[in-house]
């Protein structure tokens, strides 16, 4: 089933920039870095008896304004090293995502703020084995085709992005193309895109342990979708149990410039 969906964000915000919290390494060895750029994120919020078998021994899940949300997030990765070692051809792989938002709790507090990945797409071989090993977590191969525009100033002036991205997988094309409307101010956690975006770790179920990375990034500049839309084979992508949520219209949508990002195991 093929479901296609028209989205309007008609949030107002500010020109700014968006500060990601940086949690230092345990290792001096990174297990993957990356430059994150042209970054769009679809958000929608998703029934907790969903997701709460999803959630790795010892976390619990994170919510917003009592919501738990589920985010379709497509990325381009520049200069791609998985433990030191680049690994695509060109350092540049296209990525996409299902990921849920989890936190480890400690005398009654959140802890640790992180996210949990459904599945990813990617746009290399090489890339779908070595990520899939890296981050014990399940990254399959995709072609994708990309056309995105506006991320980088023209003549002292900066341009409204556009994203389209377009990838095919069990002989059908899925699509996410979303323009901007005006940059995002300063954002904090208590905010929706805060709470979306500022992650210090990354988590895996391995059996019955979990896998935790620590992750460090810097600064994002954030725009807010003008116009969007997603066609997505949902079901042949993700399952059914989720199909339901992404072919709704999302709660919210954002673009995000660039951000290095390293993901570090913790021992």
């Known amino acids: 089933m093929v479901v296609s969906a028209e989205l309007l964000n008609g949030s107002v915000s500010r020109g700014g920039e968006i500060f990601t919290r940086v949690t230092l390494m345990t290792s001096a060895k990174s297990t993957v870095r990356a430059?994150?750029?042209?970054?769009?994120?679809?958000?929608?919020?998703?029934?907790?008896?969903?997701?709460?078998?999803?959630?790795?021994?010892?976390?619990?899940?994170?919510?917003?304004?009592?919501?738990?949300?589920?985010?379709?997030i497509a990325v381009r990765l520049k200069e791609v090293y998985v433990w030191n070692l680049p690994f695509a051809i060109g350092h540049e792989v296209d990525l996409v995502s299902l990921r849920f938002y989890v936190r480890r709790m400690e005398k009654g507090l959140p802890k640790e703020r992180g996210v949990c990945l459904i599945?990813?797409?990617?746009?290399?071989?090489?890339?779908a084995w070595s990520l899939s090993r890296a981050l014990k977590s399940p990254f399959e191969f995709a072609p994708f085709a990309i056309e995105n525009s506006g991320f980088s100033v023209v003549g002292g002036r900066e341009e409204t992005p556009t994203v389209d991205y377009r990838w095919r997988a069990d002989h059908?094309?899925?699509?996410?193309?979303?323009?901007?409307?005006?940059?995002?101010?300063?954002?904090?956690?208590?905010?929706?895109?805060?709470f979306l975006l500022q992650r210090g770790y990354w988590y895996a179920g391995s059996g019955s342990r979990t896998v935790a990375f620590s992750a460090q990034s810097g600064n994002w500049k954030v725009w807010d979708a003008?116009?969007?839309?997603?066609?997505?084979?949902?079901?042949?992508?993700?399952?059914?149990?989720?199909?339901?949520?992404?072919?709704?219209?999302?709660?919210?949508?954002?673009?995000a410039e660039r951000s290095p990002v390293s993901l570090s195991a913790l021992k």
């Open 226 to 255: 003008g116009q969007a839309s997603f066609t997505c084979d949902a079901r042949s992508l993700f399952g059914s149990q989720f199909s339901k949520y992404i072919t709704r219209r999302p709660a919210s949508v954002f673009l």
């Open 172 to 194: 059908e094309q899925n699509r996410i193309r979303v323009k901007a409307r005006q940059r995002v101010g300063k954002i904090s956690e208590d905010s929706t895109i805060g």
């Open 119 to 127: 599945k990813s797409f990617v746009s290399s071989r090489m890339a």
């Open 35 to 72: 430059d994150w750029s042209e970054l769009v994120a679809l958000n929608f919020h998703c029934d907790q008896q969903t997701l709460g078998p999803l959630v790795p021994p010892g976390l619990e899940l994170d919510y917003f304004n009592d919501d738990t949300f589920l985010s379709l």
